[in-house]
Every structure is written in structure tokens, then in C-alpha cells.
């Protein structure tokens, strides 16, 4: 780089100068050294500025979204499922976060990493199932503890390999105060007249704090429950995006948010179009008879 910038200098005076000598001052060609070595220093530099000043800068967010980074590759390995739906979750939270001006580098990396401590325990989530479904040898309570404690594994997980406490923010709050809904269900189904004991069904929290940690939370659950739809049309795909994401405006998960309802609106716009635009190519082929009665 610095080889290119001297020649580059070089030959700029070569063309301008008129006289020669000043082509070779060696007091020009130093700073070009001077400017080298201290480029050389801009990452140990960066890691220290982040360390004092305990900020995460743009640099450190787009290396830990390298999906070829230990942590993400074992995921990759571990808990396919959990992986692709975090990419997915990182791709429509990305695009959202542009539209309301917050910080989308972030979000892509809070996506990347919200679920990570899913792997402790992947076959327990249904995106890695292959047919055995480990929660039949389970109460409904178990399975609600084992579901929750990805969070709590998640964080651990994210501490052990020094993941930002930016970061963190994204795991902790994915899920918010809410429930592990589908155990609960199943549970009161059982129980109409009881409350269960204690925090059983009801994830630790905080809720989402900021608009980065919301709309990861809104991309999380649509892009979920997008996966159990049994059809994609405009139309289906629009009620669930606004059902969804409703459904967590009355739970009252962004009330510490600075969100506004004009945002929350952008935000739903924006899934619907990535969602239509992600499952318009499933479409089916036509078979040979029909291709050949066209002709
Ligand atoms: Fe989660
Ligand atoms: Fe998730």
C-alpha cells in the first residue's frame, strides 16, 4: 500500500515538478514510512480505544459477523438449523434497521449471535430436529426451562469468548420478559384453573432497550413463525408480519424502547417485501406433458 502511494507521489512529481532534485527529497518519502508504521499500529490501537473507552466500533462488528469465525463456523456445524434462521433474522433486521435509521451493522451482528446458546442444546429447537423430538421424554415444564435456558447459555457462551457486551444486549433481550408460549399453552391446556408456580414458562428478560435490540426481537419472531406458513401469498405473509408484531406492542415489550409507531410501521413494511421477495422463488416446476401441450 504505502509502495503504491510512493510510486504513485513519484510519478506525480515526475510530471509536475520542474526541477528534478525535489523529485528525490528524502524528507517526503520518510513521512510516506512514518504513515506506514503507524497504519501498522491502527488495530492493536483500536483494541486498546475500545478497551478504555468501552465502545464497540464498526471494525470489531463486521469481523465478529464472519461467518467463518470459530464460534459462528461451530454453530454452523452444531446447530445448522439455528444457524440459517440466524442469518435470515440478520438479513431482514439489517434491511429494517436502515429504513429507521438505526444502526444496521450492529443488528446484523446481534442477529448472528442471538441464539448462540442454542448449541448447548440444539436438538431441543425444532429447526434442528431431524424426526426425534426430545421434549416427549419431558414434562412441560422441563421443556420450558430447557427452551428458556438459551438465553442464559447464550450469554455464558458469549462471555466465555469475549463477544462485545453490545452484543450481549441481543441474546439477553431476543425474548424479552415473555413467555415460552407453546409449553405454556399446552400446560394451561392441562391446568385451566391454576396459574403454574413461580417464573416456570416466562423467559428472564430485560425487554429490548433500544431500537437496535427491537427490531431484532420483531425479526426473530417473524421470521420464525414465517417458517410454519402454510402458504406464501401477499396476503398471508402481510397478517402475519402485523399479527406478530402486534401481538408484542400489546405484551408491552418496547415500552423502554425509543421506537415510534411510524418506525414499527417502516419495520413492517419492510419485512413484508423481504419476506415475499424470499419465498416468491418457490414455485413450482411444470411437469414435461405440460411444457409439451403448450407447444
Ligand atoms: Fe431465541
Ligand atoms: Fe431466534
Not at 526541477?19 to 503507524?38: E, G
Request: charged share 20%; proline share 4%.
Amino acid at each position: 500500500m504505502m509502495l503504491a502511494y510512493v510510486l504513485f507521489f513519484f510519478a506525480f512529481k515526475l510530471i509536475k515538478g520542474n526541477d528534478i532534485s525535489s523529485v528525490f527529497d528524502l524528507n517526503i518519502y520518510s513521512c510516506f514510512v512514518i504513515n506506514a508504521l503507524l497504519l501498522l499500529f491502527t488495530y492493536p490501537l483500536l483494541f486498546v480505544l475500545e478497551k478504555v473507552f468501552g465502545f464497540t466500533s464498526n471494525i470489531t462488528l463486521v469481523e465478529l459477523s464472519n461467518t467463518n469465525n470459530r464460534l459462528l463456523r461451530k454453530m454452523s456445524e452444531e446447530a445448522p438449523g439455528t444457524f440459517q434462521h440466524s442469518i435470515q433474522v440478520a438479513n431482514l433486521a439489517a434491511a429494517a434497521a436502515i429504513h429507521i435509521g438505526a444502526k444496521s451493522q450492529l443488528v446484523r451482528t446481534g442477529a448472528l449471535y442471538h441464539d448462540i446458546g442454542k448449541m448447548e442444546n440444539p436438538v431441543f429447537f425444532t429447526e434442528n430436529q431431524g424426526g426425534f423430538n426430545p421434549h416427549s421424554t419431558l414434562s412441560y415444564e422441563q421443556s420450558a426451562q430447557v427452551v428458556i435456558s438459551h438465553v442464559a447459555d447464550g450469554v455464558r457462551l458469549a462471555e466465555k469468548n469475549n463477544i462485545p457486551h453490545v452484543i450481549k444486549d441481543f441474546i439477553s433481550t431476543h425474548h424479552g420478559k415473555g413467555k415460552a408460549k407453546y409449553f405454556y399453552i399446552l400446560w394451561k391446556n392441562e391446568h385451566p384453573d391454576e396459574e403454574p408456580a413461580g417464573e416456570l414458562f416466562v423467559y428472564p428478560g430485560p425487554n429490548p432497550f433500544s431500537k437496535e435490540t427491537a427490531v431484532l426481537m420483531m425479526a426473530d419472531a417473524v421470521e420464525a413463525a414465517s417458517r410454519s406458513l402454510s402458504e406464501y401469498t401477499e396476503e398471508s405473509i402481510g397478517n402475519l408480519v402485523e399479527k406478530i408484531i402486534d401481538l408484542q406492542m400489546q405484551e408491552g415489550f418496547f415500552k423502554e424502547c425509543p421506537i415510534t409507531f411510524k418506525d414499527i410501521s417502516i419495520v413492517k413494511t419492510v419485512f413484508k417485501e423481504k419476506l415475499k421477495t424470499i419465498y416468491h422463488t418457490r414455485i413450482s416446476y411444470p411437469e414435461p406433458n405440460d411444457i409439451a401441450n403448450k407447444v
